[in-house]
């Protein structure tokens, strides 16, 4: 039985392998339109060539990975080195091209390409250092004692063998403890050279693993260990930039779908002043009838001047006793506010109170998490962690699988490129006008939902 690392890696570009390679490899990566992994992107990388039996695994260290609204791609550092820092096992098969993942956080929901990636990519090939592949042989000789090689002590590897009996069933137990994570497999084989086919049971405490594996040792049986070394890795660099991301799949939201199938819809709009007093909400309601007639019942809840805080105290009052079908939520721009002493786990916190009590009321009820527009002046200098607000929102929106409408990058992309035209839709440098929320706020909306409408999208709002 041989047991690998986790899958994972990303390099999404064509590139020529050299250092002493086989020739002609190429490596091709696709973002797959049906997402593997929830909560994450997911690149699928395969290599294309000749001669690749030699290469057994990769992995990549990425230095910066960020979308084109500049959202940071790399996951926390614990989940990063988790799924990209390990060894990515190749097994060559003539038909099938070798591959692996790359795992990322999911990009911005304006987000249209990676916008860049560098790092580089390892390539473990055995043969160019024979020194990293070690063989124990008869093991059983060898029981309940760490078995000793130079290598092994360098790389703070421990292990060892035994056997045990439960219930009068024999089994064999593999002990492993890889601290710095250098172990790419091990495989117990037969006299004849053959992998032991049982499969085993393993528990992970730490930095340790036991493999338990039904059964007897093969007679004359050796474990054979794979511990990467300096000389069997090649590095080449990576970089790569506009990196086309898949077309979006605009499903329907619980809201249109409930609609269209002639239902009534509450829908409570709850947040700070962007939402008590922003046109927006008025417009959303009057589209939605211009729709569905009488269906649709808009309700403002947000409070001028309000955080999170107040959000969690009034929540029962102002939300859930009036049993919304879909509930708007945004408070990040005044939790940042400074005055209000909130800090981004608080703020988190709150959110995640709120969005829990509400689907406690309610477990049909569509939660819909807003990042609205940045501040400028003095409203910014009041609020200098708008952005780290901002991407708990995200944060939440992904790890609870909500939907989110982040309007931030198209009032971002506004306020670069022509501030005048910023400052004529945000009057006051953080409330946008009633001609604001039409050409960006409500066509976002609208296309999150999926309602057809005929207001401007944000991406052709004239100036």
């Known amino acids: 039985m041989t047991v690998k690392g986790i899958a994972g890696f990303f390099s999404l570009m064509i590139m020529t392998l050299a250092h002493a390679l086989p020739t002609d490899i190429q490596i091709k990566a696709d973002i797959p339109s049906d997402n593997p992994c929830p909560g994450n992107l997911v690149v699928e990388l395969n290599l294309y060539g000749k001669d690749l039996r030699e290469i057994k695994g990769m992995r990549c260290v990425l230095d910066k990975a960020v979308d084109n609204t500049g959202k940071n791609l790399i996951l926390k550092e614990s989940d990063y080195a988790k799924t990209n820092q390990t060894w990515t096992p190749l097994v060559y098969a003539p038909q099938t091209p070798p591959g692996m993942q790359l795992i990322l956080d999911l990009p911005a929901q304006q987000a249209s390409t990676v916008k860049e990636i560098t790092g580089r990519l390892e390539i473990l090939t055995p043969v160019h250092d024979p020194m990293c592949l070690l063989t124990f042989t ?151 009838k211009r729709h569905y ?35 708007f939520i945004e408070f990040a721009i005044n939790d940042a506010f400074l005055k209000y002493d909130t800090s981004v786990p608080q703020a988190r916190s709150n959110l995640l109170n709120m969005v829990d009590r509400v689907l406690a009321a309610n477990k049909a009820c569509e939660i819909i998490l807003m990042v609205m527009n940045p501040p400028i002046g003095v409203h910014l200098t009041s609020r200098p962690n708008i952005e780290l607000y901002n991407q708990m929102v995200r944060d939440v929106a992904a790890e609870r699988r909500l939907m989110i409408i982040d309007h931030y990058p198209d009032w971002q992309k506004i306020l670069k490129t022509d501030p005048k035209q910023f400052a004529a839709l945000v009057p006051d440098g953080i409330h946008p006008n009633a001609e604001g929320c039409k050409q960006i706020i409500l066509p976002n909306i609208l296309r999150a939902l999926s309602v057809k409408s005929e207001a401007t999208p944000a991406a052709d709002a004239k100036k």
């Not at 990576?238 to 269209?260: A, C, F, G, W």
């Not at 947000?302 to 009034?314: Q, T």
């Open 138 to 288: 008869r093991i059983a000789a060898q029981l309940d004692v760490e078995l000793a090689d130079p290598n092994l002590v360098a790389a703070q590897i421990k292990l060892s063998v035994s056997t045990k009996k439960t219930s009068g069933k024999p089994s064999v137990v593999v002990h492993v403890s890889d601290p710095l994570a250098k172990l790419f497999y091990f495989e117990i084989v037969d006299a004849n050279g053959k992998e032991w086919e049982a499969v085993a049971d393993t528990v992970t405490m730490g930095s340790t693993t036991t493999y338990t594996y039904p059964g007897s040792l093969p007679e004359n049986a050796s474990l054979r260990v794979c511990v990467p070394t300096p000389k069997a890795i090649m590095t080449v660099p990576l970089s790569l930039k506009d990196i086309v991301l898949p077309q979006k799949r605009h499903e329907k939201s619980k809201l249109v779908t409930n609609l269209e199938a002639g239902k009534q819809q509450t829908i409570v709009t709850y947040g700070t002043s962007l939402t008590a007093a922003g046109a927006w909400v008025g417009q959303l309601s009057a589209e939605l």
């Open 293 to 327: 007639s009488a269906l649709p019942l808009v309700i403002n809840s947000g409070r001028s001047s309000m955080w999170s805080k107040w959000g969690v105290d009034n929540l029962d009052t102002r939300v859930i006793s009036k049993t919304p079908d879909t509930l």
